[in-house]
């Protein structure tokens, strides 16, 4: 805990006033180096899928035989070039749009119905009890096998792979928030707002949201790269994303059958896999800290 | 003085429930049982007792907080615990709730002016009107409103006490229930603390109810003391003579532990026993003085009944046999 005595403290330009929360929030990302790196890394992933025309060299799709299996380093070609003679660079920029929007859209969705779920069952004890047993019965399959069975269930298709991550995400998401709800509920400050009348909703939305939705976010962050790899494993099956689109879990197990005589068609999308899973660990780590007011003090105060 | 709040048989177990739908009962603790006592107005009064002898729990019934099982509260004449909801909102201008631990007690993610004004938007006052208040409140008790945009936690301990203080003061109460308001805080803060207390309570004519282990404290600061044991009241008085001459063999135990009263050996005894006194030995079942399987002056008849609460002279009252009623 640090302290800012009342003296120090009125040296301070009133401009700090009007400043919000999420100013603050953002200026403790930044202040985090690794964390600078991982947003700078999300970034360019997500330029390259909005502006995949403008920046690929090649059609994602267009074959050259001619090309087929060069090298990374090929003049024209600088992450060589795949079985079917296409630009692994130019598939991996349009790659880019599918791997993030089904990495990112289930792990939204799934927040977006797991954090109203987890604060309801936290603060009503007997639908806590429906609600978390109905999310053990979920538990009871293993993600990727749950999510295959949906997305077989519903059949191929971008869209019900979607769906079916989300599901598959709503109860890890949910215990979760229902935990660190639980947490909330019963600090000191909630028995106060209870006891300055604060209406029960009030307390729900805007005292305790704010403490347990930093929780889900910092979550949601880690849970992107288990959701880009299943999304992967889910379009390997044929489940999902359909060839010959260009999406990075197809690219990687498309390669599988070439991987001693030209590693680098299976390599080159599984490590922007890698990088990008790793990247939204980091800065979730990063936000874990920075979402937090206690720790992002000290953050901000170790940058100046 | 007249009572602000008067007291009568309130009882409350806690049932501990386990297993998901069935909710079986697994066990009752009864926090709070059969206490009867009146809080005058203006008064101080303090509530010692060991830990989870329900001085935290008796406070909250008389917020409303928990909800009593039986007997009844009168607060300023009213049944309070038969307060419905507009009632109950009224009720909550009040009477306030301070913590033990401020940090805890304020939302981290809100700045200390959201904090204080989150009671009064409650009862719909006006934005402009509301910053002018918590600027008000935030002086009464020593703080620059201008830092008010700062996070709990970028203030100390006994600061963010005072932000709860000025929180729990916006509504203009004129009760505050104190659950251990200094027990987090270093002992140089403490007195700072207890002074603005005592200031503010001089200075708005508030009622105090005033938890705390500390028993010199409680010697200090309040205008009687109520002693607590198990959920029972076992003894009541002016502060100086329930410290002067306790008459309940647990108060004398307890105070011997923290007073030194005793100075020879059995001192050494007592503060052996205190340390548990609230746990070790256990309850006896059926009806029987709470205190007895430790009380070194207990008697056969000890064990039959629990002894009621007799009024003795000068306003002392006690629950013990040593002490028939003289009245
Ligand atoms: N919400 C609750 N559910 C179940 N049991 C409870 C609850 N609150 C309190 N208790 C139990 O009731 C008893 C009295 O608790 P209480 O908090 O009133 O004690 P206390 O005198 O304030 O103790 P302390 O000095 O430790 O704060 C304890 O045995 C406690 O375990
Ligand atoms: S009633 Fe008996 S056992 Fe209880 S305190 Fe008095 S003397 Fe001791
Ligand atoms: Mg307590």
Request: aromatic share 8%; proline share 6%.
């Amino acid at each position: 805990m640090s302290d800012v005595s009342l003296e120090t403290g009125r040296r301070k330009q009133p401009a700090e006033k009007r400043r919000s929360n999420l100013y603050f929030v953002w200026r403790g990302v930044l202040g985090d180096p690794v964390a600078r790196i991982a947003v700078g890394i999300i970034l360019i992933f997500f330029l390259a899928a909005v502006f995949a025309p403008w920046i690929a060299p090649w059609p994602p799709n267009e074959a050259d035989p001619s090309m087929r299996l060069r090298p990374p380093g090929t003049p024209g070609h600088w992450l060589g070039v795949d079985n079917q003679g296409r630009d692994i660079l130019s598939r991996l920029i349009y790659g880019a749009r599918y791997t993030l929007l089904c990495g990112i859209t289930p792990v939204v969705l799934g927040a977006v119905i797991s954090v109203p779920l987890g604060m309801f069952g936290a603060w009503y004890p007997v639908a806590g009890a429906v609600i978390m047993r109905s999310m053990d019965v979920l538990f009871a399959f293993p993600m990727a096998l749950l999510a295959i069975l949906l997305a077989a269930l519903m059949g191929p298709g971008i869209g019900n792979m979607m769906i079916a991550l989300v599901v598959t995400l709503i109860p890890y998401n949910t215990r979760v928030v229902y935990a660190a709800a639980c947490l909330e509920r019963d600090q000191a400050y909630v028995e106060a707002a209870r006891a300055m009348a604060t209406p029960g909703y009030k307390i729900i939305l805007s005292e305790m949201m704010p403490n347990v939705i930093a929780s889900s976010v910092v979550y949601s962050c880690t849970i992107v790269g288990a959701v880009v790899i299943t999304a992967a494993g889910l379009s390997f099956l044929g489940l999902g994303v359909q060839p010959p689109t260009a999406e990075w879990g197809i690219m990687t197990s498309e390669g599988r059958n070439f991987i001693f005589n030209a590693p680098h068609i299976a390599a080159v999308p599984g490590l922007a896999i890698t990088i990008l899973v790793m990247a939204f660990n980091l800065l979730g780590d990063s936000l874990r800290d920075s979402l937090d007011p206690r720790t992002r003090l000290m953050l901000i105060k170790r940058r100046k | 003085m007249k009572n602000l709040i008067e007291i009568r048989n309130l009882s409350k177990t806690f049932r501990v429930r386990r297993g998901s739908f069935l909710r079986r009962e697994i066990s009752e603790n009864p926090a709070v049982s059969d206490i009867s006592i009146d809080i005058r107005k203006g008064e101080i009064l303090g509530c010692v007792g060991g830990s989870g002898s329900g001085k935290s729990t008796l406070g909250r019934m008389i917020l409303r907080l928990i909800e009593a099982d039986s007997g009844s509260i009168t607060y300023a004449g009213a049944d309070l615990r038969s307060f419905g909801p507009a009632e109950l909102r009224l009720h909550r201008r009040r009477a306030q709730i301070v913590f033990q631990d401020p940090l805890q007690s304020l939302n981290p993610r809100r700045t200390v002016a959201e904090n204080v004004a989150r009671p009064l938007l409650n009862f719909g006052m006006r934005a402009e009107e509301v910053q002018a208040r918590v600027d008000e409140v935030l002086q009464l008790v020593g703080l620059d409103p201008g830092q008010a945009y700062r996070y709990p936690h970028e203030f100390s301990g006994g600061q963010c006490q005072r932000i709860a203080i000025a929180r729990a003061l916006t509504l203009e109460p004129e009760f505050l229930f104190l659950d251990e308001p200094v027990s987090a805080l270093d002992v140089s803060i403490q007195a700072q603390i207890l002074t603005l207390l005592r200031d503010l309570q001089v200075k708005l004519g508030l009622t105090f109810l005033f938890v705390s282990h500390d028993l010199k404290i409680v010697r200090q600061f309040c205008d009687r003391t109520m002693v607590m044991y198990r959920g029972k009241l076992l003894e009541t008085g002016e502060s100086d003579q329930v410290y002067r001459q306790p008459l309940h063999p647990f108060t004398q135990d307890f105070l011997g532990t923290v007073l030194h009263l005793k100075r020879d050996n059995r001192w050494e005894a007592a503060a052996e026993r205190a340390e548990d006194l609230e746990s070790a030995a256990p309850a006896m079942s059926g009806p029987c003085c709470p205190y007895v399987s430790n009380c070194q002056q207990r008697m056969p008849e000890c064990a039959r009944a629990m002894p009621a609460l007799r009024t003795l002279h000068d306003q002392r009252s006690v629950a013990c046999l040593l002490y028939p009623a003289t009245a």
